[in-house]
C-alpha cells in the first residue's frame, strides 16, 4: 500500500503558483520523497524527489517539513498543461526499488 | 534520445481471449517494470525485470499473466485467458539504475486493454 496520502483534488488558475500536500508521517529514514505526475492518455513523468533538503529543478520546487512526515510541490506559475494527476510516494534511493503509486492528486488548472 | 515505447496503443477483445502487448525500453537501460493501471487508481506494479532475469512479480496473477524479457532488451506481457477485470492501462516503464542509487523510471503511453 502507498505510505502518503494526498487530497483528491485541487484547482488553480493559471499563472498562480499551486502549491501540492502530501502526508508521509510513517517515513523511514532512507526512504526519499518522490513526485510524478501523469497527464491524461499518457504514462507517468518524473518531476523531483528529495531526502530532507528543500530542492528545485526546471520543473517545481520541493518543500520537505523538518520532521520528513510531510512535504509540498510547488509548481510557481501553473499553465494549463500542468493539469494532471500528481503522485507523491515514499521509496528507498536505491537501484531496482518499484513505485508504489496512491491514487494521487487532480490538479485543474483554469485560465 | 527515444522514449519507451509501447504497442499497440489500443486493443480490444472478448473475455477469454488472448492478448499480448509489446514494449522496447530507453537503450541501455537495465530495469524493466510492468505496471497495470485500473481507472481511477494509481499504476500497480505487475513485474520487473533486471536485465532479462525476473526481480519481482510477486503481484502477476502468474495462472493467465505472464512476461519476459528475451536478450535483456524488449519485453511481452501477455494475459491468457482475459477477464473482464484485466480491462486497464499497462504501463511499461524503464530505468538505468546505477549502483549509486536509485534513479527516475521512464514510462511509455501505455496500452489501453477493454475486455468485452
Known amino acids: 500500500d502507498a505510505k502518503t496520502t494526498q487530497p483528491p483534488s485541487m484547482d488553480c488558475a493559471e499563472g498562480r503558483a499551486a502549491n501540492l500536500p502530501c502526508n508521509h508521517s510513517t517515513i523511514s529514514g532512507n526512504e526519499y520523497v518522490y513526485w510524478y505526475r501523469q497527464i491524461h492518455s499518457q504514462g507517468p513523468q518524473y518531476i523531483i524527489h528529495?531526502?530532507?533538503n528543500n530542492e528545485t529543478n526546471e520543473m517545481a520546487s520541493l518543500i520537505i517539513t523538518e520532521d520528513r512526515k510531510s512535504s509540498t510541490l510547488i509548481l510557481p506559475h501553473a499553465t494549463l498543461r500542468d493539469t494532471a494527476v500528481y503522485y507523491c510516494i515514499v521509496r528507498v534511493h536505491q537501484a531496482g526499488t518499484a513505485l508504489i503509486f496512491g491514487k494521487g492528486t487532480t490538479l485543474s488548472v483554469s485560465s | 534520445e527515444a522514449g519507451v515505447a509501447q504497442s499497440p496503443r489500443y486493443k480490444i477483445i472478448e473475455k477469454r481471449q488472448s492478448v499480448a502487448f509489446w514494449c522496447n525500453p530507453i537503450?541501455?537501460?537495465?530495469?524493466l517494470y510492468w505496471y497495470q493501471q485500473i481507472l481511477g487508481q494509481g499504476p500497480k506494479l505487475l513485474i520487473q525485470?533486471?536485465?532479462?532475469?525476473?526481480?519481482?512479480d510477486s503481484q502477476l496473477p502468474k495462472d493467465r499473466f505472464s512476461a519476459e524479457r528475451l536478450k535483456g532488451v524488449d519485453s511481452t506481457l501477455k494475459i491468457q485467458p482475459a477477464k473482464l477485470e484485466d480491462s486497464a492501462v499497462y504501463l511499461c516503464?524503464?530505468?538505468?539504475?546505477?549502483?549509486?542509487?536509485?534513479?527516475?523510471?521512464?514510462f511509455g503511453p501505455g496500452t489501453r486493454l477493454t475486455v468485452l
Open positions: 528529495g531526502l530532507k
Open positions: 525485470f533486471q536485465n532479462n532475469g525476473v526481480v519481482d
Open positions: 516503464a524503464s530505468s538505468l539504475e546505477t549502483s549509486g542509487g536509485g534513479s527516475e523510471q521512464f
Open positions: 537503450s541501455g537501460h537495465a530495469t
